[in-house]
């Protein structure tokens, strides 16, 4: 079974940036979108952002103008640049791509904001 492997996690003063990397350990057919959800310590897991097979993103309000998310589709791989990072972003981030019948998640990966 595919395995999705993040990178790109760790501490980092408020203001800085991170960019977080997912790549699949082997071929996805017929991928529907890629994208990053987050979870804070005592909360449920959110939204962030995706980028659909035709190449749209949406983002969640909280990440707009500071997150971007990219792809390479030859890597099987998706990104996260991470911008004017806040303390409320501190949280394990995930990825996950959906596909024609099914859907994958990565392990996580832990960002730390500090003030």
């Known amino acids: 079974q595919v395995q999705l492997v993040e990178s790109g996690g760790g501490l980092v003063q408020a203001g800085g940036s991170l960019r977080l990397s997912c790549a699949a350990s082997?071929?996805?057919?017929?991928?529907?979108?890629m994208g990053w959800y987050r979870q804070a310590p005592g909360k449920q897991r959110e939204f962030v952002g995706d980028?659909?097979?035709?190449?749209?993103?949406n983002y969640a309000d909280s990440v707009k103008g500071r997150f971007t998310i990219s792809r390479d589709n030859a890597k099987i791989t998706v990104y996260l640049q991470m911008n004017s990072l806040k303390p409320e972003d501190t949280a394990v981030y995930y990825c996950?791509?959906?596909?024609?019948?099914?859907?994958?998640w990565g392990q996580g990966t832990q960002v730390t904001v500090s003030s």
């Open positions: 996950n791509i959906v596909f024609w019948g099914g859907s994958v």
């Open positions: 082997g071929s996805i057919l017929n991928i529907i979108r």
């Open positions: 980028i659909t097979s035709g190449g749209t993103t």
